[in-house]
């Protein structure tokens, strides 16, 4: 048997260590594969607590734009612009932070299987970010819309407001000019009608700016509205203000041409008057010159008193044309003035003269047929 112990012992050895082994290695498998799964299934709650972080302030950012981040009441330009900036920078956040909850995504659905309930449900999250994000960018556009229509709507107000504020100074200068003006002769006259021409222009001028400019402040304006309605009765106004500020410079210088032409036709009546005058005296001159010819026997031949008629006649025909020039003079004149009463004086004496000439050649005429019955008769 002792020869048999050692074998029989080293067998055993053997066997222990084959068996010690063995089961060792079997052992350390088991422990590799518990830590290899523990260490996945701690990577991936540390996946799922960084994405649920990230995803849940990106929800809370979103969710304060979108219900809480408004616009101020009865704020002025340059608060709207403040507030409109913080949107925009709040905005630009919530793109930063959505690329972090994708970066945490990727990396949480990497331990998910793609049909399982949780990975759906995270792309479905994914989704609504982008179309979160979406929305409020074009909240963000028309909020800035906004903003840059009440700028140009503001620029266009105070653009109309200056030009009509201008429009109305320009009237009020040629209400001015109109009330302190002296028109008392013709130079007067003829200076008015080039001022009041010039501020006319000007009003107009002033007057088409200013509906201009309110045509394009009305672009800003609601129809129908009492902003809208305002505008449009004063563009009216200036329209109608500036066409009868023109037909009041068309009427004055209507009368100032007729004026003129007036003078004209006068001055012309009374150079014909005065030729008309000075032709009936030296008719005069030469009917006087021409009786003082002949003695009282002489003026009783025939041949004599056929020149005296002749030259009575003309001279009868140059008073009539001189009577005639100064009716047309007298419409210019004023009946109680000194030019009218010399006229009518005038045409009296030439009257008088022409009956006394007549007369006395009647006269005459009459005592040449008692001296010479059966003689040629003088008409």
Known sequence: MSKFMPLLALLIVAALIVSGCTGTRTMVGKENNTSTNDL??????????????????????IDFLKNHYKPPQNCTLEDYRLWLDGF?????????????????????LGYLNESSEEYANLTSEDTGFIDDINSLDGTYRQYSDYLNVTIKKMAALRGYQEKLNASVAAYNDLT???????????DSYASFLDGFNGKVSAYESKANAAIAAGEEYLKYCEPGSAEYQAVTDN?????DNARKCREAYNNYKKDYDSKMSAKGAATSAFNDYKDKMGKASSAANELEAYRGTAKA?????????AGYKERLDAFKAACNGAIAAGDTCKQYLD??????????SNEKS?????????????????????LHPLGPIIQ
Do not use: T
């Open 235 to 239: 563009n009216n106004a200036l329209r």
């Open 88 to 108: 925009r920078d709040r905005l630009g956040l919530c793109r930063q932070m959505y690329d972090n909850v994708s970066v945490a995504a990727k990396k949480y």
């Open 40 to 61: 996945i299934a701690a990577q991936k709650a540390a996946a799922q607590n960084e994405y649920k972080k990230s995803a849940g302030e990106l929800n809370d950012e």
């Open 176 to 186: 001015a000019f109109s009330k302190g003006a002296r028109v008392d002769s013709e």
């Open 335 to 344: 009946p109680s003035g000194s030019d009218y009463k010399s006229i009518e």
């Open 297 to 305: 026997l002489e003026k009783l031949d025939a041949g004599w008193l």
């Open 350 to 370: 030439m009257k008088d003269a022409i009956a006394s000439y007549e007369s006395n050649y009647s006269k005459l005429n009459a005592m040449y047929r008692n």
